[in-house]
């Protein structure tokens, strides 16, 4: 079975633009996570779909969004770009079936974004 | 608020020896998941071990062994006849059963090994 796959892999944009950044997740698996890791702040939760619905999210500004489609494939958006959003955004995946979660958490290999 | 501390920064050992990294967590829920995640050069988080807050029985799965001890709330992680393909960032992390999609991650120990 294919594991999470994001695209793209590598991106460089400049201050002000906006980014859009997709992944997809284990083929069976309906709950889509990001994540945020930089040197400075480490790994952080940015939000959680299930269902086409953010079903949780974390603390970043509303410049962050993202959408989850009928296929459970996700995007991330980011407007407005800083030179502080440069970092490894990982989506991961999780079975939830039956109204049973397994809560384990599958990633996928990251998109790393620089902002100049 | 929940927290998990890995207050090893950075371990080099020779190859085969035994390393042990360290993972203290803080909650008031009693029921969470504890796991570990590698992270090697390529970036890619791989999953190794979940465990719940209701299962204190350590694991073992090759050289790879965990113990999970909710009275010094630590979760410690202990790699045996180490190798150079162990050589990766750790993190430790929980989750709670309530926000189960919100990973609280440690801030990660990176492991080298030395041939």
């Known amino acids: 079975k294919a594991g999470v796959t994001q695209t793209p892999r590598y991106l460089i944009k400049t201050r002000g633009q906006q980014v859009t950044l997709s992944c997809s997740p284990i083929?069976?698996?309906?709950?889509v996570s990001w994540y945020q890791q930089t040197p400075g702040q480490g790994l952080q939760f940015l939000f959680e779909?299930?269902?086409?619905?953010?079903?949780n999210k974390g603390n970043f500004p509303g410049r962050f969004s993202g959408r989850q489609f009928s296929n459970s494939r996700s995007e991330m958006n980011v407007s407005t770009l800083e030179l502080g959003d440069s970092a490894l955004y990982l989506c991961a995946s999780s079975l939830e079936s039956g109204g049973i979660r397994t809560d384990t958490q599958y990633f996928g290999p990251g998109t790393r974004l620089t902002v100049l | 608020a929940q927290k998990v501390t890995q207050a090893q920064t950075e371990i080099s050992v020779v190859e085969k020896e035994d390393v042990t990294l360290d993972c203290v967590y803080e909650?008031?829920?009693?029921?969470?998941?504890l796991f570990w995640y590698k992270q090697p050069p390529s970036g890619e988080l791989v999953f190794l071990i979940r465990r719940n807050s209701f299962d204190e029985q350590n694991e073992i799965s090759g050289r790879y062994s965990w113990n999970f001890q909710k009275s010094t709330s630590s979760f410690n992680f202990t790699i045996t006849a180490s190798q150079v393909v162990d050589s990766a960032v750790y993190f430790c992390?929980?989750?709670?059963?309530?926000?189960?999609?919100?990973?609280?991650f440690g801030s990660g120990t990176r492991l080298s090994i030395r041939p």
């Open positions: 779909y299930f269902s086409e619905t953010q079903r």
């Open positions: 083929s069976g698996h309906r709950s």
């Open positions: 992390a929980l989750t709670l059963y309530s926000s189960a999609s919100k990973i609280i």
């Open positions: 909650t008031r829920d009693t029921t969470y998941y």
